[in-house]
């Protein structure tokens, strides 16, 4: 079993829905729970940054973390062409070898 | 600033011949890493440094990968031999003061085709 596992989609929705991504992961020691999104052709650059477990809000992002069912999620609400983009996961374990582990990414399309 | 900048941003190369990717880190940044980006495999860590030292090498897929940061501000990545398995997009990344809790700051990659 890979450390984080993520549907690579490709996701498709039409403009001003919800959307949902999710990750699962397996060491119980991952603490730091990250976002980031990756346009075509771009590196990724972080989007939403979570510790421990709980929610997050930013403008229409909210980042959950469930510990006790070892799964994340990013919700989209609203969702706009200019969302399109690959979204990874990402997690780190404070006090292990502190070296941030990534899904491999869920495409999301946004249908005008 | 400008961020993280790396070159070539491509590079196509014939199997065997030595490749170099260059990095140069934000100003300020201690930490710097190098990943590699392929559909299969997704974003793997290579290797990261700490004030230049190398602290985690156990991503590098092979002794025909080597990576270097003499100073502060310049990192290479280097294989040779090249092979077409080689073939991804490598990403140099930079971060202040953490390497798992703080956010990295990625270039827009180098993107390697080996033939």
């Known amino acids: 079993q890979k450390e984080v596992e993520q549907d690579p989609g490709p996701l498709s929705v039409p403009e001003g829905a919800i959307v949902s991504l999710n990750c699962t992961y397996s060491n119980s020691a991952f603490q730091y729970f990250m976002w980031y999104r990756q346009y075509s052709r771009k590196g990724p650059e972080l989007l939403m940054y979570t510790y421990s477990s709980g929610n997050k809000e930013d403008g229409r992002f909210t980042a959950q973390v469930d510990k006790s069912s070892k799964y994340i999620s990013l919700f989209i609400r609203d969702s706009q062409p200019s969302d399109s983009a690959t979204y990874l996961c990402?997690?780190?374990?404070?006090?292990?070898?502190?070296?941030?582990?990534f899904g491999k990414g869920t495409r999301l399309h946004i249908l005008p | 600033d400008a961020g993280v900048i790396q070159s070539p941003r491509h590079e196509v190369t014939e199997m065997g011949q030595e490749v170099t990717l260059r990095c140069k880190p934000i100003s300020g940044h201690d930490y710097l890493f190098w990943y590699r980006q392929t559909m299969m495999r997704g974003l793997e860590l290579l290797i990261y440094f700490n004030n230049n030292v190398p602290i985690d090498d156990s991503g590098m897929p092979e002794d025909r990968f080597s990576a270097k940061m003499p100073n502060a501000s310049f990192s290479t990545l280097k294989i040779q031999p090249s092979e077409p398995r080689d073939s991804a997009v490598y990403f140099c990344a930079s971060s202040f003061g953490t390497s798992g809790t703080g956010e990295l700051f990625f270039g827009e990659g180098s993107r390697l085709t080996v033939l």
């Open positions: 990402a997690m780190s374990a404070v006090g292990r070898d502190d070296k941030i582990i």
